[in-house]
Protein backbone atom coordinates (compact mmCIF):
# COMPACT_ATOMS: atom_id res chain seq x y z
CA UNK A 1 0.00 0.00 0.00
CA UNK A 2 3.06 2.61 0.48
CA UNK A 3 3.13 3.11 -3.27
CA UNK A 4 -0.28 4.65 -5.27
CA UNK A 5 0.72 3.15 -9.03
CA UNK A 6 -0.50 4.71 -11.91
CA UNK A 7 -0.26 1.08 -14.05
CA UNK A 8 -0.68 1.11 -17.74
CA UNK A 9 -1.50 -2.42 -18.48
CA UNK A 10 -0.53 -2.86 -22.32
CA UNK A 11 0.55 -6.00 -22.79
CA UNK A 12 -0.47 -7.22 -26.12
CA UNK A 13 1.30 -10.30 -28.11
CA UNK A 14 0.62 -10.20 -31.80
CA UNK A 15 2.43 -9.30 -35.03
CA UNK A 16 6.08 -7.40 -35.78
CA UNK A 17 9.46 -7.32 -35.25
CA UNK A 18 10.53 -10.42 -32.53
CA UNK A 19 11.70 -9.60 -28.91
CA UNK A 20 14.60 -7.13 -28.67
CA UNK A 21 16.01 -6.12 -25.37
CA UNK A 22 16.72 -2.34 -24.76
CA UNK A 23 19.61 -0.74 -22.88
CA UNK A 24 19.84 1.27 -20.12
CA UNK A 25 20.43 4.54 -21.98
CA UNK A 26 17.62 3.90 -24.13
CA UNK A 27 15.24 2.83 -20.91
CA UNK A 28 16.02 6.32 -19.02
CA UNK A 29 15.64 8.11 -22.13
CA UNK A 30 12.03 6.59 -22.54
CA UNK A 31 11.18 6.82 -18.98
CA UNK A 32 12.51 10.71 -18.69
CA UNK A 33 10.14 11.55 -22.03
CA UNK A 34 7.15 9.46 -20.51
CA UNK A 35 7.38 11.21 -17.36
CA UNK A 36 7.52 14.51 -18.57
CA UNK A 37 4.88 13.86 -21.18
CA UNK A 38 2.29 13.01 -18.64
CA UNK A 39 3.55 15.59 -16.38
CA UNK A 40 2.49 18.08 -18.48
CA UNK A 41 -0.98 16.57 -19.04
CA UNK A 42 -1.30 16.88 -15.29
CA UNK A 43 -0.51 20.75 -15.69
CA UNK A 44 2.34 20.23 -13.32
CA UNK A 45 5.51 21.69 -13.82
CA UNK A 46 7.95 19.26 -14.06
CA UNK A 47 11.97 20.01 -15.46
CA UNK A 48 13.89 16.51 -17.41
CA UNK A 49 13.85 14.38 -14.33
CA UNK A 50 17.29 13.17 -13.05
CA UNK A 51 17.64 9.86 -12.37
CA UNK A 52 18.55 8.93 -8.25
CA UNK A 53 18.58 4.97 -9.41
CA UNK A 54 18.26 2.90 -12.02
CA UNK A 55 18.10 -0.64 -11.28
CA UNK A 56 17.73 -3.92 -13.94
CA UNK A 57 15.78 -6.73 -13.06
CA UNK A 58 15.95 -9.90 -14.33
CA UNK A 59 12.72 -12.80 -15.37
CA UNK A 60 13.56 -16.26 -13.85
CA UNK A 61 15.21 -17.16 -16.99
CA UNK A 62 17.60 -14.59 -16.82
CA UNK A 63 16.35 -12.05 -19.61
CA UNK A 64 16.28 -8.36 -19.17
CA UNK A 65 12.65 -7.56 -17.95
CA UNK A 66 12.34 -3.92 -16.82
CA UNK A 67 14.16 -1.13 -15.56
CA UNK A 68 13.34 0.47 -12.35
CA UNK A 69 14.17 4.49 -12.80
CA UNK A 70 13.92 6.36 -9.42
CA UNK A 71 13.82 9.90 -9.51
CA UNK A 72 15.69 12.50 -7.24
CA UNK A 73 12.76 15.04 -6.52
CA UNK A 74 10.36 12.32 -6.23
CA UNK A 75 8.42 9.65 -8.60
CA UNK A 76 9.69 6.73 -10.61
CA UNK A 77 8.89 4.75 -13.74
CA UNK A 78 9.04 1.07 -15.04
CA UNK A 79 9.75 0.92 -17.89
CA UNK A 80 9.83 -2.77 -20.10
CA UNK A 81 13.28 -3.85 -20.62
CA UNK A 82 12.22 -5.45 -23.83
CA UNK A 83 10.61 -3.63 -27.14
CA UNK A 84 8.09 -6.93 -27.29
CA UNK A 85 5.77 -5.05 -24.29
CA UNK A 86 4.74 -1.73 -24.23
CA UNK A 87 7.39 0.69 -23.34
CA UNK A 88 5.86 1.79 -19.85
CA UNK A 89 5.18 -0.33 -17.12
CA UNK A 90 3.98 2.06 -14.47
CA UNK A 91 4.66 5.46 -12.82
CA UNK A 92 4.41 7.95 -10.23
CA UNK A 93 4.70 11.57 -9.77
CA UNK A 94 5.39 10.71 -5.98
CA UNK A 95 7.47 8.38 -3.53
CA UNK A 96 10.05 5.70 -5.07
CA UNK A 97 9.36 2.10 -5.67
CA UNK A 98 11.74 -0.53 -3.77
CA UNK A 99 11.53 -3.46 -5.58
CA UNK A 100 12.78 -5.24 -2.62
CA UNK A 101 9.77 -4.28 -0.68
CA UNK A 102 7.01 -5.41 -2.88
CA UNK A 103 3.15 -5.67 -2.08
CA UNK A 104 2.03 -9.08 -2.31
CA UNK A 105 -0.27 -7.49 -5.11
CA UNK A 106 2.52 -5.92 -6.94
CA UNK A 107 4.67 -8.82 -6.93
CA UNK A 108 2.13 -10.84 -8.36
CA UNK A 109 1.60 -8.51 -11.28
CA UNK A 110 5.23 -7.85 -11.94
CA UNK A 111 5.37 -11.88 -11.94
CA UNK A 112 2.97 -12.40 -14.36
CA UNK A 113 4.64 -9.99 -16.60
CA UNK A 114 7.82 -11.93 -16.36
CA UNK A 115 6.38 -14.86 -17.19
CA UNK A 116 4.80 -13.36 -20.65
CA UNK A 117 8.29 -12.26 -21.56
CA UNK A 118 10.08 -15.48 -21.17
CA UNK A 119 7.30 -16.99 -23.21
CA UNK A 120 7.57 -14.51 -25.86
CA UNK A 121 11.31 -15.00 -26.44
CA UNK A 122 11.15 -18.40 -25.52
CA UNK A 123 8.57 -18.86 -28.18
CA UNK A 124 9.97 -15.76 -31.02
CA UNK A 125 6.52 -14.40 -30.63
CA UNK A 126 6.57 -10.95 -33.09
CA UNK A 127 4.91 -8.47 -31.71
CA UNK A 128 1.91 -5.93 -32.68
CA UNK A 129 2.89 -3.17 -34.42
CA UNK A 130 1.33 -0.84 -32.23
CA UNK A 131 4.03 -2.00 -29.62
CA UNK A 132 6.74 -0.49 -32.05
CA UNK A 133 4.96 2.52 -32.68
CA UNK A 134 4.72 2.92 -28.85
CA UNK A 135 8.77 2.43 -28.86
CA UNK A 136 9.37 5.27 -31.26
CA UNK A 137 7.09 7.70 -29.63
CA UNK A 138 8.32 7.42 -26.46
CA UNK A 139 12.45 7.11 -27.79
CA UNK A 140 12.07 10.56 -29.79
CA UNK A 141 10.14 12.16 -27.52
CA UNK A 142 7.18 11.89 -30.15
CA UNK A 143 4.15 10.94 -27.87
CA UNK A 144 0.81 12.04 -28.89
CA UNK A 145 -1.02 14.90 -27.28
CA UNK A 146 -2.59 14.13 -24.21
CA UNK A 147 -5.86 16.12 -23.17
CA UNK A 148 -4.83 18.27 -20.23
CA UNK A 149 -6.28 16.56 -16.75
CA UNK A 150 -7.24 18.67 -13.99
CA UNK A 151 -5.19 17.15 -10.40
CA UNK A 152 -7.07 16.64 -7.63
CA UNK A 153 -4.89 16.25 -4.04
CA UNK A 154 -5.53 12.70 -2.75
CA UNK A 155 -8.04 12.89 0.10
CA UNK A 156 -6.30 10.21 2.36
CA UNK A 157 -2.88 11.24 3.53
CA UNK A 158 -2.20 8.20 5.14
CA UNK A 159 0.58 6.32 3.06
CA UNK A 160 -0.19 2.67 5.92
CA UNK A 161 1.52 -0.93 4.48
CA UNK A 162 0.88 -4.53 5.54
CA UNK A 163 4.34 -5.57 6.40
CA UNK A 164 6.62 -5.08 9.17
CA UNK A 165 5.70 -2.97 11.35
CA UNK A 166 2.06 -2.39 10.53
CA UNK A 167 1.63 -5.99 11.24
CA UNK A 168 2.85 -5.89 14.74
CA UNK A 169 -0.15 -7.55 15.89
CA UNK A 170 -0.85 -9.97 13.62
CA UNK A 171 0.01 -13.52 13.87
CA UNK A 172 3.55 -14.90 14.09
CA UNK A 173 5.24 -17.07 11.33
CA UNK A 174 9.13 -17.51 10.58
CA UNK A 175 8.60 -16.75 6.92
CA UNK A 176 6.30 -13.41 7.24
CA UNK A 177 7.47 -9.87 7.30
CA UNK A 178 9.78 -9.60 10.62
CA UNK A 179 8.45 -13.28 11.74
CA UNK A 180 4.81 -12.48 11.65
CA UNK A 181 2.01 -12.97 8.41
CA UNK A 182 1.11 -10.26 6.04
CA UNK A 183 -1.39 -7.92 7.81
CA UNK A 184 -3.59 -7.89 4.34
CA UNK A 185 -4.32 -5.15 1.68
CA UNK A 186 -8.21 -5.13 2.47
CA UNK A 187 -7.03 -4.24 6.66
CA UNK A 188 -4.53 -1.70 5.58
CA UNK A 189 -6.82 0.09 2.97
CA UNK A 190 -10.16 -0.14 5.80
CA UNK A 191 -8.05 1.18 8.44
CA UNK A 192 -7.26 4.21 6.72
CA UNK A 193 -10.42 5.17 5.57
CA UNK A 194 -11.25 5.05 9.20
CA UNK A 195 -8.42 6.84 9.56
CA UNK A 196 -9.20 9.51 7.25
CA UNK A 197 -12.88 9.42 9.66
CA UNK A 198 -10.96 9.30 13.15
CA UNK A 199 -14.38 6.96 13.34
CA UNK A 200 -15.22 4.88 15.85
CA UNK A 201 -14.04 6.01 19.19
CA UNK A 202 -14.95 2.42 20.05
CA UNK A 203 -15.98 -0.66 17.98
CA UNK A 204 -18.89 -2.72 18.66
CA UNK A 205 -19.19 -6.51 19.25
CA UNK A 206 -16.13 -8.78 19.14
CA UNK A 207 -14.86 -11.18 16.37
CA UNK A 208 -13.21 -14.90 16.84
CA UNK A 209 -11.81 -17.70 14.78
CA UNK A 210 -9.37 -20.02 14.31
CA UNK A 211 -6.52 -19.86 12.04
CA UNK A 212 -3.52 -22.36 12.76
CA UNK A 213 -4.40 -20.27 16.28
CA UNK A 214 -7.10 -19.45 18.29
CA UNK A 215 -8.06 -15.53 17.05
CA UNK A 216 -10.20 -13.07 19.06
CA UNK A 217 -10.94 -9.20 19.05
CA UNK A 218 -12.75 -7.56 21.59
CA UNK A 219 -13.39 -4.20 19.49
CA UNK A 220 -15.92 -3.26 22.40
CA UNK A 221 -13.47 -3.11 24.83
CA UNK A 222 -10.81 -1.58 22.30
CA UNK A 223 -10.63 2.61 22.44
CA UNK A 224 -8.70 3.39 19.12
CA UNK A 225 -6.23 5.89 19.66
CA UNK A 226 -6.61 8.30 16.55
CA UNK A 227 -4.37 11.11 17.76
CA UNK A 228 -1.24 8.81 17.64
CA UNK A 229 -1.72 7.93 14.06
CA UNK A 230 0.66 9.40 11.76
CA UNK A 231 0.60 9.20 7.94
CA UNK A 232 4.11 6.86 8.26
CA UNK A 233 3.89 4.70 10.79
CA UNK A 234 7.00 5.32 13.59
CA UNK A 235 7.84 4.14 16.73
CA UNK A 236 5.52 6.11 18.59
CA UNK A 237 2.50 5.41 16.37
CA UNK A 238 3.37 1.77 15.86
CA UNK A 239 1.25 -0.03 18.69
CA UNK A 240 -1.84 2.44 17.69
CA UNK A 241 -1.68 1.93 13.90
CA UNK A 242 -1.08 -1.59 14.09
CA UNK A 243 -3.71 -2.08 16.62
CA UNK A 244 -6.04 -0.67 14.08
CA UNK A 245 -4.81 -2.65 11.10
CA UNK A 246 -5.24 -6.02 12.63
CA UNK A 247 -8.58 -5.51 13.88
CA UNK A 248 -9.82 -4.58 10.86
CA UNK A 249 -8.24 -7.81 9.38
CA UNK A 250 -9.99 -9.87 12.03
CA UNK A 251 -13.12 -8.24 11.26
CA UNK A 252 -13.46 -9.22 7.83
CA UNK A 253 -12.16 -13.16 8.87
CA UNK A 254 -8.68 -12.44 7.66
CA UNK A 255 -7.04 -15.76 5.24
CA UNK A 256 -3.70 -14.86 7.16
CA UNK A 257 0.17 -15.93 5.11
CA UNK A 258 3.31 -15.29 5.00
CA UNK A 259 3.40 -14.40 1.53
CA UNK A 260 0.09 -12.31 1.43
CA UNK A 261 -3.28 -12.55 3.34
CA UNK A 262 -6.30 -12.28 2.24
CA UNK A 263 -10.21 -11.87 2.83
CA UNK A 264 -13.32 -12.54 1.03
CA UNK A 265 -15.82 -10.45 -0.86
CA UNK A 266 -18.70 -12.20 1.42
CA UNK A 267 -16.86 -10.96 4.69
Excluded at 59 to 75: E, F, M, R
Excluded at 175 to 185: D, E, L, S, T
Aim: proline share 4%.
Amino acid sequence: MKNILSICLGIVISIGLFAQAISKDEAIIAGSNFYKHKAQAFDLVKSTPVVKEERLIKSPAGNDALYVLNYQKGGFVIVSANKSIAPVLAYSFESTFDYDDLAPANQLWIDKYMEQLDLIIENDIENDYRIDQMWEEVLNNELPDSKSVKGVSQLIETRWNQNSPYNYYCPEHPQGPGGKVYAGCVATAMAQVMKFWDYPETGRGSAEYFWGVYIEVDFEGTEYKWDEMTNSINTMSRDAIAELIYHCGVSVGMDYGPDGSGSSISN
